[in-house]
């Protein structure tokens, strides 16, 4: 084939039609098994045996050589762009499909491919019809001429890679195929080119203003008069107009009226006009004439304007939509083609450092989300769409970034109704080659394309609120005339584009209305805000990398936002772990990361960063994000403890409370000892009130137990996201603060057993019956993504911390207690100095002192603990603390602190490439029992990072993904006096230095008491 369009990167496309907004509902679905070929380049010949194919469906999901390929800086082929390599799996598709025969009789026939990676060339009965280049907006044929009645077969050629490939290196799973829906669709020859809806709001906030753009095609035939286009919008009156042809109008046509001669009349009245000099009455008569020649009608473009007074709104709380039906009749008044879209009243504007929407300051609390299936790889279905759009409202998200290109069409369907902001974005990333494609005139084509297509597909869309022009591409020419044409086609709508602001945020922005960073520290937000140099809002386009156990400092980096003027929120890195379903040679499965499919090169698990398991199971760090976003706050009065004051805070921008309902309950070290209902006060937006605990009694007396007052939030009826009595969020506050804070006094100490209670063995390890390894101590846990990416973990394999050798120095008794004294040597030599002191409890127990000193050149460890096995049996686990989701110093608002009961498996939380998991931070005490009354608790001088589980740390570190690990019967306790916090490092900063371990010396106690039924441990 000498024409080889996969390497022309100024070919863009070929025969294809606009893009537009117009949902053409007369249709013949395709969507179904196709005929298929997977050839090895695309210009290999056909082979007489054909295989069949799901469409839409990734031939690399479907059981083919060519398999997913996981990348995500590089490319998955070496060599520089235009050219993709020789050897380029191309997938052709074909079936037979019989047209109407009414379709055939002046129909216009179209065919509608959805998407496909990368390049697509139609022929239908042999003939070549065009080719589309974007992987992931439509492309549209006309095929009104190629069809005949009868069976006609449709080819449809996908070659995977191609020039286009190098401007989307998005960080993703590479595929091939047609990934969205394929149908054919008929209109008459004259129709609805395309439909644009501008509604807005004026400065009142509650006049709805609504501008209705149509564009009407006459496919050659000669334009007549008297065609029509009328609107209505819900139950409002109906609009309508004339379309114009001025070929049709009586006198001279202007055909070039910038450029014709003005008289001097004329000229002097556009002197005044641009001077800014009022008109007279008979001047501006004058100019009315005048402005229709120098600006005649568009042929066959309408536009139809109104106001509305008194419009619900659209925003994410309440997403207010009205149906608009946009109807094209004939000059006989018939009706030729009518078609239904939902209208959103909204306004987007911004003001010096504020993006305001309908008026309010709105923190975007967003997330970046990517067309995925764990079965499908980039078909989504509009269940699963659905799925995430709910999901994302329940866990209190506001807002989503369509990364790193064009989503399913649905998806945004389902913002709008759901109410979502959307921060849509153009399939641009040339990320391997971040800082030349952008100014490679061979690709000015591809990037003012895509762009414009996003914006003509998505413009009607009242959730998208910002247009993006991509992502990781650099800033060059190609982005400024992107930007340019953006900024005329749609005023309406600020620009994003992280590129254009990487290394100067005060620096001119000319393509990008946000500063939108990636992933920075907080304290450089912080210090941007406060230096007098910020000029637009700043909103994080990605911060909080969800690798595995991730997400530290998400509280801190919200404190910061929600504090300072000018930071605005921003969009966690990411909704999805990108694990592929993939079967193993045993029948078993797994979740499949970069490298699985014998992928080279690859970046290994770096796709499994996303707030939900590839199922859609939330994550820990999922709870965390819900409670920081909670729509109400409380906050406890001074005197709570008499008087159960509380003050409520309602942090929504347009809602009040009336769709949630409140109940509390009042709990003695997690036994709840009171409970009620909460009557919420009549709060707008922004409000706060103070309110009385209804049935309030005072607790009883003082005896050291922790009283916490805690206030769950439902919904008071079914939301379109929610059912019925749907917990949103919870409050709790601190009436009494427990053993943190005793009162004055003198505090009762531990009592001791008369006699020697306590066994060691020859080295000074404790024996107890219950442990089937002694505690020892810990510095070292199983590597975080974070961990690993951050280079922390490696230090600390340097250091040898994950192979300690306790080497008894001395075991004395004293006063008494056992002193046991260890030289603590790590695999590189450190020596670590551990003394600990042992003592009998009369209870049974032990009471451990334990003093340690970490040297100098231990400059960051993971914790500082102790670690032991129970016997096996010991499998239920009961706290008091934070719960019942995973905790760690830095990522704990998740859960209230209660009383908790688990099985020690279910503590286990299966990050896909196994690491440090389920630790509960602030722990009180900690059982571990069988569930019948063997056991022991877990208390101490202090609150703990305690974890129980069926796996080492070893096991964990050694294990590639989550099936590999196998249970053992023994149950790991670590509890841990320091654990270090879990930060970003994975890809953004590490956690803050609070949360960093230290040299120095640490002391704490703890005991290990059995427990006894009936008794209560101490």
Partial sequence: MAFRPWTEPELTALHRLPMHSVPHRDRIELDGRWRFQLLPKPDAELAADWAEVDVPGCWTMQGFEDVPHYTNVQMPFPGDPPLPPEQNPTGVYEREVEVPGPWLAGRRIVLHVGAAESVLIVVVNGHDVGIGKDSHLASEFDLTKFLKPGPNVIRLRVVKWSDASFIEDQDQWWHGGITRSVFLYATARVHLADVRVDAGLTDDLRTGTLAISAEIDFDGLPHQADWTVEARLGETASLSAAVPFAGLKPGPRVVRADSEPLSRHRFELVARLVSGVDLTQDEAADWAAL?????????????????????????????????????????????????????GFRRVEIRGLDLLLNGARVLLRGVNRHDFDQFTGRVVSAASMRADVIAMKQFGFNAVRTSHYPNDPAFLDLCDELGLYVIAEADVESHAFIDRVCDDPRYLGAWVDRVSRLARRDKNHVSVIVWSLGNESGHGTNHDAAAGWLRRYDPSRPLHYEGAIRWDWASDQRVSDLTCPMYPPISALLDHAESGKQRHPLIMCEYSHAMGNSNGTLAEYWEAIESTPGLQGGFIWEWWDHGLVQKLPDGTTRWAYGGDFGDVPNDTNFCLDGLVWPDRRPKPALWEHRQLAAPVRITAAPDIFRTGALQVWNRQYFTDLGWLRASWDLSADGEVLHRGELALPDLAP???????????????????????????????????????DFEVCWGQVAVLPGRDDPPPGPRVAPKLAPGDQVHLDSEGQLIHELLSDSPRLCLWRAPTDNDRFGGVAAQWREWGLDRLTSNLASLRRHDGSYVVVYSVVTAAGIVVQHERHLRALSSGGVLVDENVVIPAELTDLARVGVVFETVPGLDQVEWLGPGPVETYPDRRRGGPVGRWRSSVADQYVPYVKPQENGGHHAVRWFDVSDGRGRGFRLAGDRQFQISATHFRATDLATAGHDVDLVPRPETIVHLDAAHRGLGTASCGPDTLPEYMIEPGTYRWSWRLTPLIPGRSPM
């Fill in 291 to 343: 402005a229709d020649q120098l600006r005649p009608a568009v042929d066959g473009r309408i536009r139809l304007t109104t106001e509305i007074p008194d419009v619900a709104a659209w925003s994410a709380e309440q997403p207010n939509l009205y149906p608009l039906t946009v109807v094209l009749r004939s000059p006989a008044g018939e009706s030729v083609e009518q078609v239904e879209l939902r209208v």
């Fill in 686 to 724: 922004g409000g706060k009130a103070w309110v009385n605990v209804t049935g309030w009694e005072l607790p009883p007396v003082r005896d050291e137990r922790e009283l916490e007052l805690t206030v769950r939030f439902f919904t008071a009826g079914p939301q379109p996201w929610a059912p019925a």
